[in-house]
């Protein structure tokens, strides 16, 4: 029995599907071989050659996938702020202690995070030198103003959890030490007036 266009129209859809959804694995696999090559050899280790050999792929299809240094950066850099964002989303969203929330997801740079909170700073601080990476980098500190509207509308207050959010990430990883949410939990609580 002949085949109706309509089977064509499927069969051609589901190709396409495939194909879409290897080329997003590949590019996801990219983007965490360019993750692995900053927490293995900084910011300045990536290439697409590096991250290509990381990969286990060629190095043309890592610039197919990511035309420039910058594209392959903001893409690595999203991914980790994605996952940022979603945290701090959570914690402002549901009911709970939000400096709790913080303080535990700040107290997990020293612990198991460490080494993509590692390469997060890293891409983030590169972003003075590369205008490409800014957005991105200043989600973190664009979501924590926004869990401290939820504490306080006092813009001084605000901007004081920020800093000290930031700080504590910094201190945290450069200490290599891990260190007690109570203890960050505090020093948020004194950053924002309570």
């Not at 549901?94 to 890293?122: M, Q, T, V």
Request: with cysteine; proline share 4%; charged share 25%.
């Amino acid at each position: 029995m002949p085949r109706s266009s309509k089977d064509d129209t499927a069969d051609d859809s589901e190709h396409v599907d495939g194909r879409r959804a290897r080329g997003e694995k590949r590019r996801a696999e990219i983007i965490e071989a360019t993750l692995a090559v900053v927490t293995r050899d900084g910011a300045a280790g990536v290439t697409h050659r590096t991250v290509a050999k990381q990969a286990g792929t060629t190095t043309s299809l890592s610039t197919y996938y990511f035309a420039t240094l910058d594209d392959l950066l903001v893409a690595a850099l999203t991914t980790v702020a994605d996952a940022y964002t979603a945290r701090i989303r959570d914690i402002i969203d549901n009911p709970g202690d939000k400096l709790s929330g913080l303080a535990h997801l700040i107290a997990e740079s020293a612990g198991s995070g460490r080494e993509r909170a590692l390469a997060e700073r890293e891409l983030a601080t590169l972003a003075a030198r590369r205008p490409a990476l800014r957005p991105v980098a200043r989600r973190w500190r664009e979501n924590i103003a926004e869990l401290a509207t939820t504490l306080t509308d006092d813009p001084a207050a605000i901007a004081a959890l920020v800093a000290a959010s930031d700080g504590l990430c910094t201190a945290i990883l450069l200490d290599n030490a891990p260190t007690e949410p109570d203890h960050i939990q505090a020093v948020l609580q004194r950053a924002v007036g309570n």
